[in-house]
């Protein structure tokens, strides 16, 4: 159903430049679940915490959407700051009946909800400024899970050194993207 709604809505509006139904599995969905499965490592039914996740500049839900369906029990939170973009993501969560989504239409730095205990994004313009954004929603003891090419991560590091870097690890079906998870001191 997300596949559909994302081919339909990209005919309108430009969601993403992946188009093929295969290529969007692998692309979009495997990269997301990957990073599900190394913050979440095992989808706990009925947690007893409910981790609240941020994902920065959502556009058609990546990596966001797929973490909530893979870890269903936590509260996520897409911003993203294209009316028509969070109107879509309204969209999906209502018609793949997700609960506990916030969509937020904005810019991140005006964000006021609450510090989330993982923050993710991938594929933003302006990079580094997005990249201290970010760091600046995660709560104490919280994680900031990035998807980047191979290029970006010592430059990563570099601009978050206050984070602890966990070794980047390559996203599978890719030549040159990783993820890379800072975990912030409490």
């Not at 996740?53 to 839900?61: L, M, N, Q, R, T």
């Not at 997700?98 to 993982?118: C, H, M, Q, T, W």
Request: proline share 5%; aromatic share 8%.
């Amino acid at each position: 159903m997300y596949i559909d709604l994302l081919s339909r809505w990209n005919a309108r509006i430009n969601l993403t430049a992946v188009r093929e139904p295969e290529r969007i599995v692998t692309r979009h969905f495997g990269e997301s679940i990957f990073v599900a499965r190394q913050l979440f490592p095992q989808a706990e039914v009925g947690a007893e915490t409910r981790p609240h996740v941020i994902d920065v500049g959502s556009g058609a839900g990546f990596p966001g959407l797929p973490i909530k369906i893979w870890a269903p029990y936590i509260h996520l939170t897409l911003i993203e700051s294209s009316q028509k973009k969070a109107t879509f993501l309204r969209e999906v969560v209502r018609s793949l009946g997700l609960s506990n989504i916030d969509v937020f239409a904005g810019r991140a730095e005006a964000f006021p909800g609450s510090k989330g205990d993982v923050v993710t994004f991938r594929a933003v313009e302006r990079f580094e400024s997005i990249l201290q954004v970010a760091a600046g929603l995660l709560a104490d003891g919280g994680c900031l899970a990035i998807l980047v090419g191979g290029s970006q991560l010592n430059r990563v590091r570099a601009l978050l050194p206050d984070l602890q870097w966990e070794e980047p690890v390559s996203l599978p079906v890719s030549s040159n993207r990783a993820v890379i998870i800072g975990r912030k001191e409490s």
